[in-house]
């Protein structure tokens, strides 16, 4: 049918994930954490974000396969003989 929600939806987190990741890795050693007594928070929920979009594309993905009613899979054929 059409497009799954969980796939844009996975690759926006991924990419928010992995820019706060990225900016949490590059600051990791500044003062900035200061005040949030030396917790890495862009660290940590880049992370957790990049987890979780990652989780919602590949379930997006593995979906749109088991769904898909034009090329199903070899054992669900409807005529009974597999096509070749």
Same mark, same amino acid.
């Given at each position: 049918?059409?497009?799954?929600?969980? /796939? #844009?939806?996975?690759? /926006?987190?991924? /990419? *928010?994930?992995g820019l706060i *990741? =990225? %900016?949490?890795?590059? *600051?990791?050693?500044?003062?900035?954490?200061?005040?949030?007594?030396?917790?890495?928070?862009?660290? !940590? %929920?880049?992370?957790?974000m990049l987890v =979780?979009?990652?989780?919602?594309?590949? !379930?997006?993905?593995? +979906?749109? %396969? +088991?769904?898909? #009613? !034009?090329?199903?899979? #070899?054992?669900?054929?409807?005529?009974?003989? #597999?096509?070749?």
């Open positions: 049918m059409g497009l799954d929600i969980r /796939i #844009p939806l996975g690759l /926006i987190f991924l /990419i *928010t994930g *990741t =990225f %900016w949490g890795i590059v *600051t990791r050693h500044s003062g900035i954490y200061a005040k949030s007594m030396d917790v890495n928070i862009n660290l !940590v %929920w880049g992370i957790l =979780f979009g990652l989780a919602m594309f590949l !379930v997006g993905r593995r +979906q749109k %396969w +088991q769904d898909d #009613p !034009v090329n199903p899979r #070899p054992w669900e054929h409807k005529s009974g003989t #597999p096509r070749h």
